[in-house]
Structure formats: C-alpha cells, structure tokens
Nanobody, 122 residues
C-alpha cells in the first residue's frame, strides 16, 4: 500500500506559475503520473515520469509549459506549471504505477492522491 498526498495548489492569475508536490509514503514509488479533472470532464493525463527520471511524457496541451521532476530520496514528485491558462483550472491528482513505463490512461495507475485544486483566473 502507498499513500500519496498532493500539495501546492491554489489560485493564480493567467500567465503565473505554481509548483505541485506529491509526497509518497508506505513504499517506494515507481512510475508517476499527473492527471487533472475539470468539472464535468473526464480525468485526463497531464504528464508522467519514470522511476529514474530519465523518461518523461506530457500531454500536448501542456508541453513546453509544465515540467515533471522527482526526488527519490524524498519520495516526492513535482509538477512545475508555468504560463498557466484558465483552461488549466482543474483538480490535479498524482498517481503511481508499477513498472518503468509512463502510461496515459487512468486504469494503468494503482494508487491515487486525493487531489489539489488549481484555479487560474483570466
């Protein structure tokens, strides 16, 4: 069993930045993904990172603006979000899966955090 706790969400103006953190406890986390869900929408893939950090994958909508990194010594993964847009408003979730490949679908991930709200005002 693993517990994931996201933090760092909040309200920011368009063009601003936020950094989300996902702290894991219980056991070592492997491949990590970030997802988001806006009201009335499906949960969608934002990006992911392999255990070593050598492989990342991003949704087209956030490429060039968002960066995922990890500190395995702290069992923590980060999502740096720059140039935020109102359409980035959503609840952001981190999730972990076994194996070394970043997957883009929710059912590939075994454990989820509770989510953190990000609101971008125009």
């Amino acid at each position: 069993q693993v517990q994931l706790v996201e933090s760092g969400g909040g309200l920011v103006q368009a063009g601003g930045s936020l950094r989300l953190s996902c702290a894991a406890s219980g056991r070592t986390i492997y491949t990590m993904g970030w997802f988001r869900q806006a009201p009335g929408e499906e949960r969608e893939f934002v990006g992911g990172i392999s255990w070593s950090g050598s492989s990342t994958n991003y949704a087209d909508s956030v490429k060039g603006r968002f960066t995922i990194s990890r500190d395995n010594a702290k069992n923590t993964v980060y999502l740096q979000m720059n140039s935020l847009k109102p359409e980035d408003t959503a609840v952001y979730y981190c999730a972990t899966r076994p194996g070394s490949t970043v997957k883009v679908t929710t059912y590939d991930y075994s454990f989820w955090g509770q989510g953190t709200q990000v609101t971008v005002s125009s």
